[in-house]
């Protein structure tokens, strides 16, 4: 029996890895545009196009290859929800200046908040933990729920550690060598 489960083991790896390669092939190399693909050859109008582009986000610029990223959510209890968490993704370019940012928060609000104010304060600047500090202050301007589970203030409070945080790991997965800053 056992020799049965290493030989299926074997063999199972290199199949699993050719799969991955070749969807990723098919993503990467594939002609066509998914929205026409989708609507067919059905006469629509440009505009018609552009809304079901901008449905989709195919209207967003791609991130280059090798940008940074960072993820960090806060819960009571491994597995529940998170009261609060951040996303942060950086573009970081020669002399580590900051070519493109984006920073999201969830459970703070009742849907997903994207912090523009710490993009802005990102974007152009050279990169260190006293450009993180600054652009995780923005997330103080968020204006959190209360419920039951945690009052605004806390929301707010774990909005801008989980935003350093994450900003700290997209600083660092983009190559630049950053100090925790919380």
Known sequence: MLIY?????ALTI???FALMFLTFVAIRLVPGDPVEA??????????RLAFFRHQLGLDLPVWRQGHGFGFHEFARRHGDFALA???ALLDVGAGNVVRRAALSLCGVAATPVRVEAAEARLIGQPLDSTLIRSAAAA???VEPVSDIHAGAEYRRHL???????????AARRAGVDVPSVV
């Not at 909005?159 to 790991?169: E, G, I, N």
């Open 5 to 9: 489960f290493v030989r299926r083991l």
């Open 14 to 16: 290199p199949t699993f």
């Open 38 to 47: 989708r609507v067919g050859e059905r006469g629509i109008s440009p505009e």
């Open 85 to 87: 968490g951040a996303a």
């Open 139 to 141: 997330a103080w301007l």
């Open 159 to 169: 909005a801008q550690v989980l935003s350093a945080r994450a900003l700290t790991d």
